[in-house]
């Protein structure tokens, strides 16, 4: 099998499902992965529908993965559930479900994946961190600690997996126009935007970018990294 084999997380909308499209349009083998189900139709594309939390269903996949595919190349750790209200406002229920998808998935699916990318003693695995993190922003107290999470496992995993020749390393992408900020007010937009020292939206293919470097056989010297986009 020539062509490399990625899974993404969280591919049926979004950045996720962007990047689905543009790694196809590489040549890729994609593999996605969401509660709901894809519209991507292309035969290099396979879709499971499942919750990353779920150990079972999570196992079940990968196993599905090795057997189909024999092997996996590269994990983008893209699916992230957020929530944008003040602490004394944030139920339990959402903190259960926040933590649940973006510490418990996480961990589940790197370490899932590393089992498979050991055989074949290569690998690359992609976290999504946030800009929520440095800026201390307000009303993002769980999403944020969560993602502090995945900051630390993406440190800890990146040396946990070096002696497999896997690397892990970590994007926190720029404010994208996606259905995860589409109920924030424009005016508080505006306010993140300008905490930017490039004070735009993001893109999709300016994600991508990061992450193509990260991937690249030749940066196996890149590890444990945190790339926050947007000029913090």
């Given at each position: 099998?020539?062509?490399?084999?990625?899974?993404?997380?969280?591919?049926?909308?979004?950045?996720?499902?962007?990047?689905?499209?543009?790694?196809?349009?590489?040549?890729?083998?994609?593999?996605?992965?969401?509660?709901?189900?894809?519209?991507?139709?292309?035969?290099?594309?396979?879709?499971y529908c499942l919750d990353i939390s779920d150990e079972?269903?999570?196992?079940?996949?990968?196993?599905?993965?090795?057997?189909?595919?024999?092997?996996?190349?590269?994990?983008?750790?893209?699916?992230?559930?957020?929530?944008?209200?003040?602490?004394?406002?944030?139920?339990?229920?959402?903190?259960?479900?926040?933590?649940?998808?973006?510490?418990?998935?996480?961990?589940?699916?790197?370490?899932?994946?590393?089992?498979?990318?050991?055989?074949?003693?290569?690998?690359?695995?992609?976290?999504?961190?946030?800009?929520?993190?440095?800026?201390?922003?307000?009303?993002?107290?769980?999403?944020?600690?969560?993602?502090?999470?995945?900051?630390?496992?993406?440190?800890?995993?990146?040396?946990?997996?070096?002696?497999?020749?896997?690397?892990?390393?970590?994007?926190?992408?720029?404010?994208?126009?996606?259905?995860?900020?589409?109920?924030?007010?424009?005016?508080?937009?505006?306010?993140?935007?300008?905490?930017?020292?490039?004070?735009?939206?993001?893109?999709?293919?300016?994600?991508?970018?990061?992450?193509?470097?990260?991937?690249?056989?030749?940066?196996?010297?890149?590890?444990?990294?945190?790339?926050?986009?947007?000029g913090l």
């Amino acid at each position: 099998m020539k062509k490399k084999v990625m899974l993404i997380t969280g591919t049926r909308k979004g950045i996720g499902k962007a990047l689905c499209e543009y790694y196809l349009n590489k040549n890729f083998l994609v593999i996605g992965c969401s509660r709901g189900s894809s519209d991507i139709t292309n035969p290099d594309y396979n879709h499971y529908c499942l919750d990353i939390s779920d150990e079972n269903n999570v196992k079940t996949m990968f196993t599905d993965i090795l057997r189909n595919y024999g092997r996996l190349d590269f994990l983008i750790n893209n699916a992230g559930v957020a929530s944008m209200n003040h602490s004394l406002l944030t139920p339990i229920k959402t903190v259960k479900k926040i933590l649940d998808t973006n510490v418990v998935g996480n961990f589940l699916m790197s370490r899932e994946a590393a089992k498979i990318m050991k055989k074949n003693k290569f690998g690359r695995i992609v976290n999504f961190v946030t800009f929520a993190i440095p800026f201390k922003l307000e009303g993002e107290a769980i999403y944020a600690a969560s993602k502090a999470a995945v900051v630390t496992l993406t440190e800890i995993l990146s040396r946990e997996y070096a002696s497999f020749n896997i690397t892990v390393n970590a994007v926190g992408p720029p404010a994208v126009q996606t259905d995860l900020i589409k109920g924030v007010a424009s005016e508080k937009m505006e306010k993140l935007l300008d905490r930017q020292s490039i004070r735009r939206f993001g893109t999709p293919k300016e994600v991508s970018s990061v992450i193509d470097f990260f991937i690249e056989e030749e940066n196996d010297m890149i590890n444990g990294q945190i790339i926050y986009m947007g000029g913090l």
